[in-house]
Nanobody
């Protein structure tokens, strides 16, 4: 059974940093893509950063230069290092795993940035 579990959210002041982790389990093959999406109250869920199993990355314009996505293939784990956080980064962050044509979502982790 494929599962996706996020960790690392919390409360931080503007300008601070947080690192999110996303661990996938139950995989028999390498994942296709893993990444992070976020959803703020009253807004649609949007892509933050994606990484392929080969290491190609894609970022939302709003986080370029501040966030870095990385992976550990041996652990099927993806990380999101978030620096220079802004209040507008406040949202629930969801991890998405793309695996054998199916997207699996984590339960979400809250990130709150105070001004």
């Amino acid at each position: 059974q494929v599962q996706v579990v996020e960790s690392g959210g919390g409360l931080v002041q503007a300008g601070g940093s947080l690192r999110l982790s996303c661990a996938a389990s139950g995989l028999s093959f390498s994942f296709n893509t893993m990444g992070w999406f976020r959803q703020a109250p009253g807004k649609e869920r949007g892509m933050v950063a994606l990484i392929s199993s080969g290491g190609s990355t894609n970022y939302a314009n709003s986080v370029k230069g501040r966030f870095t996505i990385s992976k550990d293939n041996t652990k099927n784990t993806v990380y999101l290092q978030m620096n220079s956080l802004k209040p507008e980064d406040t949202a629930v962050y969801y991890c998405r795993l793309g695996y054998r044509g199916v997207n699996y979502w984590g339960q979400g982790t809250q990130v709150t940035v105070s001004s």
